[in-house]
């Protein structure tokens, strides 16, 4: 094996046939080839032959192919047709049913293994003297890696520059505290752990940037070979997955017992005759009766809805996030680039002498800089304030542009803030130009506690040394000892820096600007030597001169007024917290609509406050300004004191905690670290807030699904099982003989009917219209709710009742006398189609919240679709032959169709009342689009 971590830098370039341009697009093809992808297989691997084997795990079918091959063993012995005919019959159905499992479970573990690789990770490469950002998994050895903090690192890695990096390597050598890193060659048999120039797979970067050359990759690397596994999207079971088994296995009991209820009275009233037709029929009736399919039915609903949320760009990583989304009653989010475009333009220049307009929008060199007043371009070179301060804006940056032709957009890669700056370089002279008359010795990056960034650089034409520093305006003035204006250095006064503040507050307050203030300072070689040796940002970054400050716009997206409207139809509060100033964030605010209703609280106000305090005005507050990653942790622990379900945003390594300790953790897809995406439950593909609401909304439909299909397929069983209760019963009473009201094949053949397409269908369906006009969910809410049992109860006694007239009334006197005794194929037939009718009814009732007789019911074509094919379905086990011989069915005529209509009256008039009076979701005041105006 390569020991990178013993060679120079240069013999390692050598020796992987690379260079600091990085790899052709040729080699890189051909190294897939030889290496394969960057991958370390996790889990097992969808087996379909093992999932369909699952289905035939539950216990009541196992019990019913039992007996069903001791039956038909018995059937052939004693030469008996139609017992061979009915056990055939019946494991068709079984296998039938099976089949329907299968389909639903394989669809669901597709679905989620497409999530798994909507959500690996990318990493900028250079190629080709070019940056690319590729999947991680098509990294080969030789690749050169742009590093910086929150990155998860993709493979094992030898650093080339680093500048700060520190790296958590817990996960392979247990050390809890960061390692500093650095680009020097060690001696070979160098301990894993004490391997300062690698870093390896799995581990991530907690601060620091650099860049580093791919060594090993997929199963070669040092996580690779002890067959670890990283985390991708989670397939545990939600809460109400959990609720949901527990509830069939609960109903498989019962139901167990009422059936063994029904056998005993057969013993101990008439005895062991039929006891073979009996027993089939008991395993039947419960294997019917028990909604084995609804936690499959709701896994596939998950899964395509969290299939759906991918399409809206927003990933969800967690299973358990989707039922929470429906419940959310805060949104804690981010200003930059969530609830803005993150298109950063500087439109001002201010310096104590001038000030300047900096007119084009986006990345575009289209535009010029401006003296205010007058029409006449300034060239940077006749001021010094000028000149420097796009010099620094150029040096004390990560990002990168490329030209790509007169008018076009520039390709950019890094931070918008740190692009927004290369492009005021390009509109002055040329990023390239700047970096040419410099070398930069070292560079401090930017982290959200320093909120700055520094370079030491050196001048090629003078030789001189400078520190550039560019930061948070508040932070960079209390940094400076001195100022400078018509290229004299002053010293700073407490005076001056409250007017500096002053200007720029109104700058934020009256356009929206994001201030970012520039200083330096000039130092001799030998100081410049010794402050890179000891890398200490806090010997750099002081006793700078003050230089000036740029505004940038970051207009609010057209999409996060409607957002906000949206949300708080919903009952949802939204929270903006952000690291910018207050009159910024203010005035966003206000622009989009979070109304501040009272004074912004700031970080300094919060660091001030008891968590009690806290606790207290948080319940009207509604933005946070200049705030740090640490603050969100309080933030979400006083919101949850008041019992607010939050979701939280987030982008940074520091977010994680927060992340974590929201109900549903939010990292952006675009600016969010690989830190920040491990710890989150969803990923906002395209950092906009407006798909946290559609999210919202999608959770809401499928738990809404969830409950419909529940509610429906409970009722459905319950009215089988009352059916068969109520008529055995009559029966006993009357003739002193059990006489089945319907067989066990077509109670089967119901449960795959019925039982299946409709209930797919509903957990697919639409969202209703009033479904963002309601309250939050209350997440304590059982799974079956009130409302829901009493339907489920008197669904299932009108069904019997029904079921229970149509058997009398099929019987002619003479049949009535003796029809223990008589061909009941007819009237069973009449009670199988009944069933049938009934449940469809109650399908299309708990379907919507409104009447069945409306539009939205035809629009619902799946829906429609189920139906119509249930329909057939029953239609073909009436009316073809060789059907009618298996499910023991005989042909019915008009009559039979119009009473089984008739009785279907009572039922379709209590959905009717139900859906009208009983069940109403409560509703919210209306609220309209100038309730968003704020004053």
């Known amino acids: 094996m390569l020991e990178a971590y013993s060679e120079t830098v240069e013999e390692l370039l050598k020796n992987l046939e690379t260079s600091v341009n ?161 680009i020097l060659p060690l001696p070979e048999k160098t301990p894993l752990a004490d391997r300062k120039n690698m870093i390896y797979k799995g581990t991530t970067i907690s601060s620091g940037s650099g860049r580093g050359l791919v060594v090993s990759t997929g199963l070669n690397t040092e996580l690779g070979k002890i067959a670890s596994s990283l985390a991708g999207i989670k397939a545990e079971d939600t809460p109400i997955q959990k609720k949901l088994k527990i509830l069939a296995k609960q109903l498989t009991i019962f139901i167990i017992i009422i059936v063994a209820s029904i056998f005993l009275i057969q013993i101990l009233f008439v005895g062991l005759d039929d006891f073979t037709e009996l027993f089939i029929f008991a395993i039947g009736l419960a294997v019917a009766a028990v909604p084995e399919g609804l936690p499959a039915v709701m896994t596939l609903s998950l899964a395509i809805g969290v299939t759906r949320m991918a399409r809206q760009k927003a990933l969800i990583r967690k299973l358990p996030a989707v039922e929470v989304l429906g419940s959310s009653t805060i949104i804690c989010t981010d200003k930059t680039g969530t609830l803005t475009k993150n298109e950063m333009t500087v439109t001002l220049i201010w310096t104590l002498d001038h000030q300047y307009n900096v007119t084009g929008t986006g990345y575009s060199n289209f535009g010029q800089i401006m003296k205010v007043n007058t029409a006449k371009q300034v060239e940077s ?8 301060l796009i010099e620094i804006g150029t040096l004390a940056n990560e990002a990168s542009v490329d030209y790509q032709g007169e008018g076009q957009p520039y390709k950019v890669f890094g931070d ?17 130009g700047i970096k040419n008359n410099w070398d930069i010795e070292y560079l401090f990056p930017f982290d959200s506690n320093r909120k700055r960034m520094s370079v030491i650089s050196k001048n090629k034409k003078t030789g001189n040394h400078h ?55 000039e130092i001799n070689p030998e100081e410049s030597k010794k402050l890179v040796e000891e890398k200490k940002s806090q010997l750099v970054e002081d006793n700078l001169t003050f230089i000036g400050f740029v505004g940038m716009i970051d207009p609010a997206r057209e999409s996060s007024k409607p957002a906000v409207l949206k949300a708080k ?10 690291g910018d100033h207050m009159a910024t964030a203010r005035a966003i605010g206000t622009e989009i609509g979070i109304c501040v209703k009272t004074t912004p609280i700031t970080g300094v106000m919060l660091d001030k406050m008891s968590d009690e305090e806290l606790e207290d005005v948080i319940k009207e507050v509604e933005i946070f300004a200049r705030v740090d990653p ?28 927060a992340l974590k300790r929201a109900d549903v953790g939010v990292a952006m897809g675009i600016t969010g670290t690989d830190v ?20 919202v909304g999608e959770g809401r439909r499928i738990y809404d699904n969830i409950k419909k299909f529940i509610s429906y397929l409970l009722s459905a069983n319950a009215g089988e099982i009352l059916t068969v209760l109520i008529i055995v019963l009559l029966c006993l009473i009357y003739s002193n003989h059990i006489i089945l009201p319907i067989l066990a094949i077509q109670l089967l053949y119901i449960n795959l009917v019925t039982d299946t397409f409709p209930a797919l269908a509903l957990g697919v369906s639409p969202k209703e219209e009033d479904i963002m006009e309601r309250n939050p969910r209350d997440p304590s809410e059982p799974l079956l709710t009130k409302e829901m049992i009493i339907n489920i109860v008197i669904f299932g006694l009108l069904n019997a009742l029904a079921c229970m007239f149509l058997f009398i009334w099929s019987l002619d006197f003479n049949l009535a006398i003796n029809f223990q005794e008589a061909d009941l194929s007819r009237q069973r037939t009449i009670i199988f189609a009944a069933l049938v009718i009934f449940q469809i009814i109650q399908c299309l009732s708990v379907s919507q919240n409104t009447t069945i007789f409306s539009k939205k019911t035809i629009e619902n074509k799946v829906l429609i679709g189920a139906i119509i094919l249930a329909i057939f379905l029953l239609l073909f086990a009436i009316y073809v032959p060789f059907l009618q011989i298996f499910m023991g069915t005989s042909p019915i005529g008009p009559i039979e169709w119009l009473m089984i209509l008739l009785a279907a009256i009572p039922i379709l008039f209590f959905s009717e009342i139900y859906e009208r009076i009983v069940f109403k979701p409560e509703k919210l005041e209306e609220t309209s689009e100038s309730d968003t105006v704020c004053d």
């Open 416 to 432: 918008p803030t740190e692009i927004s700056l290369l492009i005021l370089a390009e509109k002055d002279q040329t990023v390239e």
């Open 676 to 695: 920040a995406k491990e710890a989150s439950d969803m990923i906002l593909v395209d950092d906009n807030f407006a798909n946290i609401i559609e999210a």
């Open 22 to 182: 990085g790899l052709t697009s040729g080699e890189v093809e051909r190294r897939l080839q030889r290496y394969g992808k960057n991958e370390i297989e996790t889990g097992k691997k969808i087996s379909p032959l093992r999932i369909f084997l699952s289905q035939f795990k539950d216990l009541l079918v196992v019990i019913l192919i039992v007996a069903g091959i001791i039956t038909a063993l018995i059937g052939i012995i004693e030469d008996d047709e139609n017992v061979i005919i009915e056990i055939i019959a019946i494991n068709i159905v079984i296998i039938l049913n099976a089949s329907l499992g299968f389909y639903q479970e394989y669809s669901a573990e597709k679905a989620i293994e497409a999530l798994k690789t909507l959500s690996k990770s990318e990493v900028i490469v250079l190629r080709d003297n070019e940056k690319l950002k590729i999947k991680s998994e098509f990294l080969v050895p030789g690749d050169i890696v742009f590093l910086e903090a929150g990155n998860l690192i993709p493979a094992d890695i030898r650093l080339i520059k680093s500048y700060e990096i520190n790296v958590d390597e817990a996960i392979l050598t247990g050390e809890s505290l960061s390692v500093r890193k650095n």
């Open 381 to 388: 070179k006749y001021t010094i304030e000028l000149k420097s």
């Open 467 to 521: 520190i550039m520093v560019k930061g948070a305006l508040d932070i960079m003035l209390d940094l400076c000892d001195s100022y400078m204006e018509s290229g004299q250095k002053k010293p700073m006064t407490t005076e001056m820096k409250d007017k500096i503040n002053k200007i720029s507050e109104r700058y934020s307050a009256n356009f929206a600007f994001r201030i970012l203030g520039f200083a330096s300072r």
């Open 569 to 578: 139809r919903a009952g949802i509060r939204v929270i903006m917290i952000t």
């Open 630 to 657: 640490s603050h969100k942790l309080r933030i979400i622990s006083a919101l949850k004191k008041h019992n607010e379900i939050v979701i939280m945003t987030g982008d940074g390594v520091n977010d994680a905690p």
